[in-house]
């Protein structure tokens, strides 16, 4: 099946620091990635949908200049969290659209990254 | 109301068991349903994908979507220890290209 993989699986920053989160799709190429947030106990929350070579779609309340997302290749998006603080300490995870069968059409997730901003 | 509801449990069943997970949904323009597993501290894994209605069996699990009373389900027979996780409905209107819609999860608990 397709494998997504993300890299760090989990990152301790000070307040104030950048963060990099590297999203790859491993056997398959990704024209539609997403990236979401997973608060303990809650369920996912999309934060933006990135296309390859154009700028990525932002949910409602997600500051793109804060969370930046570059799709620049079709196995890799990356999402920086800039200026991180406390409250942006979270589960991160992004999957990639899957067209090939026996899926079908649907998204395959990576294993996430832990991120946590001291 | 939201647009999936999901009863988060907990879930708690002896090793055996048929477990049945449910959602229900509000909107009417939903055709793809998928239901994934989540492991803690791991991303989601895609277990069951149906479009529109119908049954779908693989294995242990067996997906059901009813559009008319807007209502999935996911059943797992013979239930194992290793089945233990957070179970998640997600459904779309369109093609996976556009954002999937999920429901907070349920957390099933198997026990030997």
């Known amino acids: 099946g397709a494998v997504v993989s993300q890299h760090p699986s989990w990152v301790i920053c000070k307040s104030g620091t950048s963060v990099k989160i590297e999203c790859r799709s491993l056997?398959?190429?990704?024209?539609?990635m997403f990236w979401y947030r997973q608060f303990p106990k809650q369920s996912l929350m999309l934060m933006a949908t990135?296309?390859?070579?154009?700028?990525?779609?932002?949910e409602q309340g997600v500051e793109k200049d804060k969370f930046l997302i570059n799709h620049a290749s079709l196995t890799l998006s990356t999402l920086t969290v800039t200026s991180a603080h406390p409250e942006d300490s979270s589960f991160y995870i992004c999957?990639?659209?899957?067209?090939?069968?026996?899926?079908?059409?649907?998204?395959?997730f990576g294993p996430g990254t832990r991120l946590t901003v001291l | 109301q939201k647009e999936v509801e999901q009863d988060p449990g907990p879930l708690s069943v002896p090793e055996g068991a048929i477990v049945s997970l449910n959602c229900t949904y509000s909107n009417s323009a939903f055709q793809y349903f998928m239901w994934y597993r989540q492991y803690s501290r791991k991303g989601p894994e895609l277990l069951m994908y149906t479009y529109s209605s119908g049954n779908k069996e693989d294995g242990r699990f067996t997906a059901q979507v009813d559009k008319s009373s807007k209502y999935i389900s996911l059943f797992i027979r013979d239930s194992q220890p290793s089945d233990s996780a957070t179970y998640l409905c997600a459904m779309s209107a369109q093609q996976a290209g556009t954002a999937l819609i999920f429901g907070k999860g349920t957390t099933l608990s198997v026990s030997s």
């Open positions: 990135s296309n390859e070579g154009s700028k990525a779609t932002y």
């Open positions: 056997d398959f190429q990704a024209t539609t």
């Open positions: 999957s990639a659209r899957v067209l090939d069968p026996p899926a079908g059409d649907t998204q395959y």
